[in-house]
Each structure stands twice: as C-alpha cells, then as structure tokens.
C-alpha cells in the first residue's frame, strides 16, 4: 500500500521569504498523481498544484512550485514571496494511475507565516 | 457556483443515534467520495462511487453506509453512532476525464459523538 510522509509537523517563515515543505512517498508503482492541498482555518481544502508521475518538468502555480524527484519518491512544495494568508495546513497527497480511486494523504504541516 | 455542498456544519449526537450527512455536488462529476479527518491522521477514505448506482469501500469504511442514486447526491449514513466516529467529514467530488483530475471538497461537517 503507498504511504505519504510530511516529516515537517510546523514550519514557519517570514512574510515575503521562501519556505518548502517536504513529501515523500512510498509506491511500487511508476505512473501516479501527486497533490498540495492546502487548508486554512477556515476548513476548506483547497488544491495548491499537481504533478504527473510521468512529466519530468516541475509543476508551477504563480508562487507555488514543487520539486518532484521521482527516483527518491520526494515531492517538495516551495512557497516563494509566502503572504499572510499562506498560512494553513498543507496536506501532500498520492493518487495511482488507475484502479483505486483512492487519494492517499500525508498527515500535514501546519505553516505559520509572521509579519 | 456552488460546488460542492455539505450539510450540517456541524452536528453533536448521543451514542446510539444515526444520522445522515448529505452531499450534493452541482458540477456533474462522475466520483465523488467521503474522507475523515482526524488530528495527526492526514484524511482517510470512507466509501467512494464512480457512478450513480456504483459505491465501493475505502480504507475506513466499517460504521458508515452510502448510496448514490443520482449523479449530484451522495449521502453518507451513520448508523449506530460511537464515539470513535467523531471527527470531521468531507465529502468529494472530481471529473471522471482525466486521472489526474483533483478533488473538489465540500467544507466539511464536524460531528461529535458523546
């Protein structure tokens, strides 16, 4: 069975500076999908930004980017110019290809961003 | 756009009692799903269906009962309540076009069992 790991449990980071939050996974698997989502205290879980097992470019979303190394299962989420309102819970999360629908998800990193 | 719509938002039952959380979702998604999300757990699948008519479990789905008789509905029934079930639910929907289509959550219900 595939398993997410966030081993940050908090991070912080000042506003306007960058912050990455680690994800690794574990899969015998070589195509799959693999998520950010972020929740702020409001509840809502959010999409962030999403990556192809199969694409080799890193995913980018305005100031949301990731680092996917898919030979160390590793899929880092880089926070650039981070905002006030970045501040929630980010949640990786791992979807196989085909068969399950399933989303497999890591526990969490709460970041905290100060002004 | 109204997305995808849970109610309650909030719920406190007694040991014993049953309940339904309704979802309806207005996108015409083909899955939709139900997670929990407890403290330090990350969520967890409940039930999922790929189709009206079509449900299957996921990895938490022991306590809890669904059915999709539509496309926009997906109902999940608690039938005996425990205390170990209180947590916050979400329920899901994304597009059948494209594995790598995300979900879209509802914005949760938080259900206490005492």
């Known amino acids: 069975a595939q398993t997410v790991t966030q081993s940050q449990p908090e991070m912080s980071v000042q506003e306007a500076e960058t912050v990455t939050l680690s994800c690794t996974y574990d899969?015998?698997?070589?195509?799959?999908?693999l998520f950010w989502y972020k929740q702020p205290p409001s509840r809502q879980m959010i999409l962030v930004i999403r990556q192809e097992a199969y694409k080799q470019q890193n995913a980018t979303e305005n100031r949301f980017s990731v680092n996917f190394q898919k030979a160390a299962k590793s899929f880092s989420l880089k926070i650039s110019d981070s905002q006030l309102g970045d501040a929630a819970m980010y949640f990786c999360a791992y979807r196989s290809q085909g068969g399950s629908e399933k989303l497999v998800f890591g526990k969490g990193t709460k970041l905290t961003v100060n002004p | 756009n109204a997305g995808v719509t849970q109610t309650p938002k909030f719920q406190v039952l007694k040991t014993g009692q049953s309940m339904t959380l309704q979802c309806a979702q207005d996108?015409?998604?083909?899955?939709m799903s139900w997670y929990r999300q407890d403290p330090g757990m990350g969520l967890r699948l409940i039930h999922y269906s790929v189709g009206a008519g079509i449900t299957d479990q996921g990895e938490v789905p022991n306590g809890y009962n669904v059915s999709r008789s539509t496309t926009e509905d997906f109902p999940l029934r608690l039938l005996s309540a425990a205390p170990s079930q209180t947590s916050v639910y979400f329920c899901a929907s994304r597009t059948g076009q494209g594995h790598n289509s995300p979900l879209h959550f509802g914005n949760g219900t938080r259900l206490t069992v005492t």
């Open positions: 996108m015409n998604h083909e899955y």
């Open positions: 899969t015998s698997e070589s195509d799959y999908y």
